[in-house]
T-cell receptor, first 115, second 112 residues
């Protein structure tokens, strides 16, 4: 089954404790992206990647890191999480080599709470 | 920079009726793409419809259609014959190349 998977689905952590949210897709997509969803703000793009070793900042990259060492994986790293990073996070991928212009397939979301 | 505005935080419609969700956007570019995504209570994001700005014809997908007014920078979504399963958050989005901009969303409730 073609899908985007994220782990963990739920995470509660404390301020300053490094964490990684994994994202993997099995559709051989070139484009992958991370978003955060907050009430009243919709989804905001954090980082995106056009292909292996090619990443770029989205709208709200501060406090986040990403890497793209393999085509299928695109982990999101919070090196020192803070309470304002409490949010619902989505990973997405797209076949389109022109980035977000194609249909994006979203993962199930990761609910992160930082206390 | 692109901005996307959805001015209706919440809407409701009776089952089998038609409802229109509004979206306006702002971009200085001429070649961009517009989307409507649906997020049901399961939180899964699902593409409803996609419109390429250089195409004048409005996109349609079964009961879903858009009214794309390029000069007015308006991209509304019409849902015909509303069904209970259409209850969800609906997000309008735009992109030029790689960056995506989403509106704040409209929560639609379909009433039996």
């Amino acid at each position: 089954e073609a899908q985007v998977t994220q782990n963990p689905r739920y995470l509660i952590t404390v301020t300053g404790k490094k964490l990684t949210v994994t994202c993997s897709q099995n559709m051989n997509h070139e484009y992958m992206s991370w978003y955060r969803q907050d009430p009243g703000l919709g989804l905001r793009q954090i980082y995106y990647s056009m292909n292996v070793e090619v990443t770029d900042k989205g709208d709200v990259p501060e406090g986040y890191k990403v890497s793209r060492k393999e085509k299928r994986n695109f982990p999101l790293i919070l090196e020192s999480p803070s309470p304002n990073q409490t949010s619902l996070y989505f990973c997405a991928s797209s076949l389109s080599t022109t980035g977000g212009r194609g249909e994006q397939y979203f993962g199930p979301g990761t609910r992160l709470t930082v206390t | 920079a692109q901005t996307v505005t959805q001015s209706q935080p919440e809407m409701s419609v009776q089952e089998a009726e038609t409802v229109t969700l509004s979206c306006t956007y702002d971009t200085s570019e001429s070649n961009y793409y517009l989307f409507w995504y649906k997020q049901p209570p399961s939180r899964q994001m699902i593409l409803v419809i996609r419109q390429e700005a250089y195409k004048q014809q409005n996109a349609t997908e079964n009961r879903f259609s858009v009214n794309f007014q390029k000069a007015a920078k308006s991209f509304s979504l019409k849902i015909s014959d509303s069904q209970l399963g259409d209850t969800a958050m609906y997000f309008c989005a735009s992109t030029l190349y790689n960056d995506m901009r989403f509106g704040a969303g409209t929560r639609l409730t379909v009433k039996p």
